[in-house]
């Protein structure tokens, strides 16, 4: 057991990776010398040389693009997107080619390629630089979307993450790149599914769904709510697609209520999708809908402003005094 | 202006406008500036200081070679576009026209080289050995990718225009890396891999598309090994090359600093020498090479394409002047390298594959959709098991409602 | 009254735009002489000239961002892009641009830009030409998304997407452009507001909600219902985003049963966002879990299989059914 | 190999690779290929057949106008930075070492043109007469866009990089229209527009984006009248251009048949006189051009990044010496254009504007995030109506338990 962080953690991870597997490659924008504008790349090119780190052009479609070549001659690419708002040049590249290219083979072809994004607002920035786009990926069949919460669960799923023969994209919290927390190198312990959901707090009133950044607030959340006498489960969802529902359905048959928060504009957003398979799985089981807190349906704020855009402790709980009121 | 000034362009920046004109404007007819031509459309040799040398590599049994491949690509063409008009097909994408193109350039590649298509290479396929009953099934809608690119080296058609020529670079870049590996291994006396490169096809139209500029880029800054090949057949659809550039497109490569060549497309000799250079120049490690094959799109689009909403049947019948098919028979007959029985035997042959693909085609299996269930993920996936489960159940409720009415008419059902 | 297809009334459509209109044009590939690949601008080049239907060169990004600059400059154009599957190379003008210009100016400016894609399958074709990826646009705030189900309200919609200051993408139900009916080119009647929903029968057991290709399935399958003494409304949502969440609800109010129709992939669809918010507006009036319909987890497959890909009234009944058990 | 072989490019395609090498070797340091200059960095005047009538035009105050802008805006660069440390900025991207690149091409244009800036034109913004403080609004996080482009037509920052360069074009080909309507405005009697065209801005890393090519694409295609204004700066973030290209970037141009021209970025006389050619050429229906400006950022990317990672900081030090103010300076003292006083107000003038910015930046408005439900659409929305309304009675919700909990701590509270 270690401490670090989590952006620490993914950078352990990549090392793990790059040690254990020659044909596993980092590429993207600025992630040699300087290490990524995170840091999360932090010594690797050193380390492995600009074969296996490469430094790229600008460009995303060529990111996304070259490493599904890479990926057909057997590489097992990881590309960092530098931002959320920075994915959409490579759109095309993720939707068309990238999610179908084992299906229109027949089975025959696999495009092994990982593609990191940190994503999320909270950090005070200009614009594109808080987005929370992964609904817009999910819709997409082929592609396969996680994102760890705390640095045990980061440091193994961008090793997983690699070793998954589907596409994967891992969305980094990037809010909580600095947030420290126990990590077991040696074994993933719980950790050995990624695409698994955990139940971090048991509860019996209502059930809290998130991922990612809001992990930490819906834990606050249910704090909060303990002291008024309310038991809250929490979720982390920790893999958006595919979901497992299964955990979250037998909770929520548990408690009777559920609540999902996403940082993502609610309109069209995960929760939906959420909402209603679950209030298909367990419709009689329900005392109240499925309440969403999400982002409002506008462009992410300016920096000035972002918090009265974000889902926070008070949001959610604004969230669980209605689904407790029914 | 003093030429000095504007090293950028080789136009002199104030009176390069009229000249541009004047060029765009030639260039729509025939092109204005130099292109590789080693056979004329009269069936006259030319000559060239660096690509003769490539043609005189050829002997004749090449030579007969080539033109039985472009004739059996044209008459597998007229019989697609028949299993089309008759109902086979949901759609073909004819090539005539572009033969000489696609052969030349197909048969200057080695087994151990890449080869990305767009979606009318047919007859590069035919050079890579994909079978060709195979390559239908995408046209009458049982499969997106009829074969298999790891038996052939050549990759599925892509039509997301231009999507393919990172996926190029990309498998260049990957080549380059298992040379280092292979360079070590010979080190450890193994034999080594020959070298190998990568070429990608696409269009005039396609040539427009970021994805070719963000390619070029890429294989420039690594220096890949992977040669561009456009095919510009006059049109997009119904948009003409001019609408897309309004100088020739191999200059497209003096922006990123490697060799672009024009060549005439309708010459399966010269495209097969300027072909056979490039991927010599990427395989040595030399990096990228941009060609451009001067040609023309004979047929429609595709069979849903009518072109005589937008071009002049003249202007069909001057490029049928150039048939890369005609041109290679006058030399072969001119040299003696050829006589009427090898022509008659190469319709013979031709008229083989016809009755394989007709057959083939008829057969082909029906596909079922739990194949795409299946290959949508390489692992198991929880949503596509909940799908898969959702649909046998509701298959057989049909197929139990099937039975019991075949039961109520049979009169064996219980009450 | 006239007889027309929808081809035909959205190409008349236009060629109202195009005289009423100095400063609208149309740009797209293949548009001029050729008519569109669907011939729906068939004769408008010849009628306003290359300035007012462009044929443009061969690239998404370019076509959508140069409208961005044109609309910059007080034009209003009309872009077609060729082909759903297409729409992706554009992706990044639509999302971080087109969608955000007005927000972004705080005000100051506005890109009246139309999109039109023609979109879904049921015809038989290759890879990426039926596809239905309205989610994907649905969830970006800042555009507007329509869908015409027949040929009066495809007349009037085109115009009033080109008079609507906001940015419109109009999803054109491909299987359906030569379907017939009256267009009464003098007055929109009740399709005077393109973003209200409509309802096409009055019913009482069950709702079905659907928009365009699925429209004429919707009120068949409702009709098979009634001879099995089952009374089922049926609404086409016209516009996707917004959604005329009122009208949809006003009719659950009633029936206490919704079934939501896409082709789309369920998975993260719209539906998912109709069903949440349904489910949370009428919860108490809900008889049964919303059901949804739509495409499978999967690329679109190829055509000799989407038959089993595609709502079908079969398939909507079978919803039927399962709604009406609970 | 015959040149003429190779019309697509410069290079001989069998020897070209070493000198590709040489020349991407040298141009990491200076630029190898000709350059136009017309004031070297010691303040030495140099000539040019066609832009030395450019710079004859400029007058004493004209140039000493040049050297004010540059000194305004590096001082305010240099209080950006400031307010950054201090917090009042979220982030400051400062623009020192590109000031001749910015003021340039910035003076070089009419009120009648539109300008594209990306997100460092800070300069530029200044020649436009945008109020340096509604620019910082961006980077104090208050606005996404600062400043109204109808004002001054000089459009907002854009963010996502090469995004706005199809705007651009689309822009121009609106002027294009524009000017057709005006002419026949005109013939009815009325006085003509001035002839317009758009500049539009980028950087070398930038030009790597897909968007740049299909911009040169329409641009080319449709003959507007856009002016590329490519400033490669050395470095996208820590990645420098030699990553993104191999040869100058203004070769670009070559691939699409406009004029490429590489100027002196640090050479504010330079550039003035080739923007000025640029956008005349342009708004006389000659098309578009593309410059490359070959400057330094002799900064950071922005307060958040540490160059030293990336780069050694004698490199830093040899561009120091080229600067663009000192070599004006020089210039103006040699030829007696401008004296101590000068100078001396222009310091006055840089620190009067910077207590100005400090002033209103701490006064800047602190905004409402209703003001962003109401500009995300144009028109009316039900979806943001109804958030709006939860937002109101959520928020309300707030200020009551506030109230409450005021009464209560005031003893007011009813029981
Ligand atoms: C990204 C994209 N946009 C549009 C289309 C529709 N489309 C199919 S073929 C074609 C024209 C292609 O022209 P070109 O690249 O010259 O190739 P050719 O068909 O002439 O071989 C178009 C517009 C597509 N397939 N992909
Ligand atoms: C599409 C996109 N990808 C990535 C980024 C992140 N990013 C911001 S600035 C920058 C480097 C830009 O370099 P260059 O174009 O040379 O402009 P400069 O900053 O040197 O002025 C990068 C990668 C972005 N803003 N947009
Ligand atoms: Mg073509
Ligand atoms: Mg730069």
């Given at each position: 057991m270690?401490?670090?962080?989590?952006?620490?953690?993914?950078?352990?991870?990549?090392?793990?990776?790059?040690?254990?597997?020659?044909?596993?490659?980092?590429?993207?924008?600025?992630?040699?010398?300087?290490?990524?504008?995170?840091?999360?790349?932090?010594?690797?090119?050193?380390?492995?040389?600009?074969?296996?780190?490469?430094?790229?052009?600008?460009?995303?479609?060529?990111?996304?693009?070259?490493?599904?070549?890479?990926?057909?001659?057997?590489?097992?690419p990881v590309c960092e997107i530098q931002f959320d708002g920075f994915v959409f040049p490579g759109f095309n590249q993720i939707t068309t080619q990238l999610a179908k290219m084992h299906s229109r083979s027949n089975g025959n072809l696999t495009v092994p390629v990982v593609i990191r994004i940190p994503y999320g607002g909270?950090?005070?920035?200009?614009?594109?630089?808080?987005?929370?786009?992964?609904?817009?990926?999910?819709?997409?069949?082929?592609?396969?979307?996680?994102?760890?919460?705390?640095?045990?669960?980061?440091?193994?799923?961008?090793?997983?993450?690699?070793?998954?023969?589907?596409?994967?994209?891992?969305?980094?919290?990037?809010?909580?790149?600095?947030?420290?927390?126990?990590?077991d190198t040696a074994s993933p312990g719980?950790?050995?599914?990624?695409?698994?959901?955990?139940?971090?707090?048991?509860?019996?009133?209502?059930?809290?769904?998130?991922?990612?950044?809001?992990?930490?607030?819906?834990?606050?959340?249910?704090?909060?709510?303990?002291?008024?006498?309310?038991?809250?489960?929490?979720?982390d969802l920790r893999s958006i697609s595919p979901i497992d529902f299964d955990t979250v359905?037998?909770?929520?048959?548990?408690?009777?209520?559920?609540?999902?928060?996403?940082?993502?504009?609610?309109?069209?957003?995960?929760?939906?999708?959420?909402?209603?398979?679950?209030?298909?799985r367990a419709f009689h089981s329900l005392e109240a809908p499925v309440i969403r807190v999400g982002g409002f349906h506008?462009?992410?704020?300016?920096?000035?402003?972002?918090?009265?855009?974000?889902?926070?402790?008070?949001?959610?709980?604004?969230?669980?005094?209605?689904?407790?009121?029914? | 202006m003093g030429a000095t000034h504007l090293p950028a362009t080789e136009f002199d920046g104030i009176e390069m406008d009229d000249r541009l004109e004047a060029e765009a404007e030639a260039q729509l007819g025939d092109p204005a500036g130099p292109m590789v031509q080693l056979l004329g459309p009269d069936g006259t040799p030319g000559a060239d200081p660096v690509f003769s040398e490539y043609a005189e590599r050829l002997d004749a049994e090449k030579l007969r070679g080539f033109y039985a491949d472009m004739a059996a690509i044209r008459r597998f063409d007229q019989e697609a576009t028949a299993l089309q008009r008759q109902g086979q097909l949901a759609l073909w994408v004819p090539?005539?026209?572009?033969?000489?193109?696609?052969?030349?350039?197909?048969?200057?590649?080695?087994?151990?080289?890449?080869?990305?298509?767009?979606?009318?290479?047919?007859?590069?396929?035919?050079?890579?050995?994909?079978?060709?009953?195979?390559?239908?099934?995408?046209?009458?809608?049982?499969?997106?990718?009829?074969?298999?690119p790891k038996d052939t080296n050549f990759h599925l058609y892509t039509l997301v225009l231009a999507a393919q020529t990172p996926h190029a670079v990309g498998y260049a870049m990957g080549i380059q890396r298992d040379q280092k590996l292979a360079a070590a291994a010979a080190a450890a006396d193994q034999t080594p891999e020959p070298k190998a490169a990568v070429l990608v096809y696409f269009g005039d139209g396609a040539s427009s598309e970021g994805d070719v500029h963000e390619s070029m880029v890429f294989a420039s800054s690594y220096n890949a090994p992977v040669v561009f090949f456009c095919q510009n057949n006059h049109w997009a659809i119904s948009v003409p090359t001019s609408v897309q550039t309004r100088i020739p497109l191999s200059n497209r490569a003096k922006g990123y600093g490697f060799p672009g060549i024009r060549v005439d497309g309708n010459d399966?000799?010269?495209?097969?020498?300027?072909?056979?250079?490039?991927?010599?120049?990427?395989?040595?490690?030399?990096?990228?090479?941009?060609?451009?094959?001067?040609?023309y799109r004979v047929g429609a689009h595709t069979t849903a394409d009518d072109p005589t909403k937008y071009r002049e049947s003249a202007e069909e019948a001057r490029w049928r002047a150039k048939d890369p098919l005609e041109r290679l028979e006058k030399y072969l007959r001119a040299e003696g390298l050829a006589d009427d029985a090898f022509f008659e035997?190469?319709?013979?042959?031709?008229?083989?594959?016809?009755?394989?693909?007709?057959?083939?085609?008829?057969?082909?299996?029906?596909?079922?959709?739990?194949?795409?269930?299946?290959?949508?993920?390489?692992e198991a996936h929880p949503l596509v098991a909940e799908e898969l489960a959702w649909f046998e159940e509701y298959s057989a409720g049909f197929a139990d409602e099937a039975k019991a009415d075949q039961a109520i008419s049979d009169g064996t059902a219980h009450p």
């Open positions: 270690t401490t670090m962080t989590i952006a620490k953690a993914i950078n352990e991870g990549l090392r793990a990776t790059l040690s254990n597997n020659p044909r596993s490659l980092l590429m993207g924008e600025d992630i040699g010398p300087l290490g990524g504008v995170y840091r999360v790349t932090d010594g690797l090119i050193a380390e492995f040389g600009a074969d296996r780190v490469v430094d790229t052009p600008l460009a995303e479609s060529g990111i996304i693009g070259t490493a599904i070549g890479l990926a057909l001659r057997g590489y097992q909270g950090i005070g920035s200009i614009e594109h630089h808080s987005e929370s786009p992964e609904a817009l990926f999910a819709h997409t069949a082929g592609l396969r979307i996680i994102t760890p919460s705390n640095p045990h669960d980061a440091y193994w799923m961008i090793q997983q993450a690699v070793d998954c023969q589907d596409p994967v994209i891992v969305f980094e919290p990037k809010r909580r790149y600095w947030l420290k927390g126990e990590v719980t950790a050995a599914d990624p695409f698994k959901a955990h139940v971090l707090r048991e509860g019996t009133d209502a059930t809290v769904v998130v991922y990612g950044p809001l992990v930490p607030v819906a834990l606050a959340a249910a704090n909060a709510a303990a002291e008024d006498g309310h038991s809250v489960e929490v979720i359905t037998e909770s929520v048959k548990k408690t009777g209520r559920l609540i999902v928060a996403h940082e993502a504009p609610t309109f069209g957003g995960i929760g939906g999708e959420i909402a209603a398979r679950v209030s298909e506008m462009p992410y704020p300016v920096a000035k402003v972002e918090e009265d855009y974000l889902p926070d402790i008070d949001r959610i709980l604004e969230a669980l005094d209605r689904a407790l009121a029914y | 090539l005539t026209g572009q033969e000489a193109a696609q052969i030349g350039s197909g048969r200057a590649s080695q087994p151990q080289d890449y080869i990305f298509p767009t979606y009318r290479e047919h007859g590069v396929a035919l050079t890579r050995n994909v079978d060709l009953a195979e390559l239908l099934r995408q046209f009458r809608g049982v499969s997106n990718g009829g074969w298999n399966v000799i010269a495209v097969h020498a300027v072909t056979e250079w490039a991927l010599e120049h990427a395989r040595e490690g030399k990096g990228p090479v941009l060609i451009e094959a001067f040609t035997q190469v319709r013979t042959a031709g008229d083989e594959l016809a009755a394989y693909v007709r057959k083939t085609t008829y057969d082909l299996e029906t596909p079922d959709i739990r194949t795409a269930f299946a290959n949508t993920y390489v």
